[in-house]
């Protein structure tokens, strides 16, 4: 049973680990190589560059097409970023569009913006569904993700005693949550072993649990 990362900066080669490389359009744009490597591709809120975004857009849409890519994003709303948010929510929009078209979930950063986030998910009405990533945000904000059927990504942050992450992790349906490690340095194998303890269950289990949802939502792999 492999361990997945679903999000990665970080070009990885473990055999034993199935991970998600993310292409970051407008920073990084190269792909990764190799059979067990897949990657996302999104244009992050950070690097919308207003009078190139829509050739930054073109460029998502035609790698969205590459059979290794198997997720949308990271991509969505960050209300501390230069872009604004009309712009933002554009293109977030506009990504929405392209993983409907070819069915692959989607990869969210959200920075303060969950609501206008989901807002644009229903008016869209794309029945994709999206990752929160590295989330480590309340109770409250957890409780309107899972209303609208949305799944959890946790990262490093459960790593931290008392953070939220370290506490959701534990409450989130089994259904409903991934594990990533986004730009840290901590190893995927880490985070299965806390998350495992604090739910209490064996890193076996909880490795079933992540393959059974990762082949529920990521229908594009293998
Ligand atoms: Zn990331």
């Given at each position: 049973?492999?361990f997945i ?7 990885k ?22 059979d067990?490597?897949?990657f ?11 009078k ?10 035609k ?30 929009e506009?990504?929405?569009i ?6 692959k ?48 990504s ?14 959701l ?12 490690t ?41």
């Open positions: 049973m492999p990362d679903i999000h990665t900066h970080h070009q080669h473990d055999s034993e680990v199935i991970s998600i490389f993310n292409v970051l359009i407008g920073k990084n744009e190269s792909l990764p190589i190799g067990n490597q897949y996302s591709v999104g244009l992050h809120p950070w690097f919308i560059d207003e190139k975004f829509k050739s930054q857009l073109e460029k998502v849409e790698l969205a097409y590459n059979h290794h890519c198997v997720a949308i994003g990271e991509t969505g709303l960050d209300r501390l970023t230069k872009a604004q948010m009309s712009l933002q929510q554009k293109v977030f506009h990504h929405l392209i993983a409907q078209k070819v069915s979930p989607v990869i969210i950063h959200n920075v303060k913006a969950q609501n206008e986030i989901l807002e644009v998910y229903k008016k869209t009405k794309i029945d994709i569904p999206l990752i929160f990533h590295g989330f480590n945000n309340n109770q409250h904000i957890a409780n309107l993700i899972l209303k609208r059927g949305c799944y959890f946790f990262g490093h942050a459960v790593l931290k005693n008392g953070s939220n992450a370290s506490r992790c534990q409450t989130i349906p089994a259904s409903r949550f991934f594990l990533e986004d730009e840290s340095e901590t190893s995927i194998n880490t985070i299965y072993e806390i998350v495992a303890n604090l739910r209490n269950i064996t890193i076996e289990q909880l490795k079933e649990i992540i393959v059974e949802n990762f082949k529920n939502i990521f229908t594009s792999w293998k």
